[in-house]
């Protein structure tokens, strides 16, 4: 996501925010891009891949809307606020691989 007001002609890091916390995009905190210039921060994927692939979690009965991939997929989803933006596993897991393969972040999936 992008601050409201930005010049989408001269995007700056700090003018890019996480869709889930709404921190701005640091050195330290890295981000992962999404569709349409969804965004997700390392701490909010950390805390979506301990929920979503280190431990079991039911499909829910409702299908929701991921803002990552732009898909409603009947699979577990992630959001850092109760009536928040939603990521589906598959992007957790997705970005979590995109993002750890970025060695200048050292960033690295949680383990169990």
């Not at 898909?71 to 970005?95: F, I, K, L, M, Y």
């Not at 993002?99 to 169990?112: C, D, I, N, S, V």
Request: proline share 8%; charged share 25%.
């Amino acid at each position: 996501m992008r601050k409201p007001g930005c010049n989408e002609e001269n995007v700056q890091m700090s003018d890019v925010l996480c869709d889930f916390c709404m921190q701005e995009w640091t050195d330290e905190r890295p981000m992962v891009e999404g569709h349409q210039g969804s965004c997700v921060c390392g701490q909010c994927l950390s805390a979506a891949y301990r929920a979503m692939v280190l431990t079991e979690v039911p499909v829910p009965d409702a299908p929701a809307k991921c803002i990552l991939c732009l898909e409603t997929r009947n699979e577990p989803t992630w959001s850092h606020q109760p009536d928040g933006p939603r990521a589906c596993r598959r992007c957790v897991r997705q970005s979590a691989a995109v993002l750890q393969k970025a060695t200048e972040f050292g960033w690295r999936k949680p383990e169990a």
